[in-house]
C-alpha cells in the first residue's frame, strides 16, 4: 500500500514535492495512482490540482517514490542511507501544492476492465 509520507510545498515548482512510501508487504505498480488536493475533489473544475501516474514502475516494498512539480525524467537513484527512491515529475511550471493549504489524498486502481475479443469458432 502506498501513501503519501510528506508533503513540501514551495512557491518553486523545482523545489516542491509529495514524498510516497510503500507500506505493504508487496511490490506496487505506480501506474494509476492519482494524486489530488482536496480543493480537487470539492470541484471537478480544479483536476489541475492532481497528478496521476502514468509510470509502469514497481515500487517494492519499504521504497519510496518522490513527485517534484516541475520537470525533469524518470528515473529510480538510491538515497544516501541506500533506500531505493523512484524520482517523477509532473511537469508543471508553476507550484501546485502550495495553492493548496487542506489534504492530500492519494487514490488508487480499484478495478480494471477491457471488453473481450469475440471468440471465433474453428469449422473443418
Known sequence: ???IVGVQRNDSPD?????FQNQGT????????VVLSEL???????????HVFREDEQVPC?????????HGK???????????????????????????PGPLHLLMKQHS?????ANQLMAS
Open 15 to 19: 523545489e516542491e514535492f509529495v514524498l
Open 74 to 100: 524518470p528515473r529510480w537513484a538510491r538515497t544516501k542511507d541506500n533506500a531505493l527512491i523512484f524520482f517523477a515529475y509532473m511537469g508543471r511550471d508553476e507550484a501546485i501544492w502550495a495553492k493548496c
Open 1 to 3: 500500500m502506498i501513501r
Open 40 to 50: 480537487a475533489l470539492e470541484c471537478a473544475d480544479n483536476f489541475d490540482l492532481a
Open 26 to 33: 508487496l511490490r506496487e505498480t505506480l501506474r494509476g495512482h
Open 62 to 70: 519499504g521504497m519510496y517514490v518522490i513527485l517534484y512539480t516541475g
Open 113 to 117: 476492465y477491457t471488453n473481450r475479443a
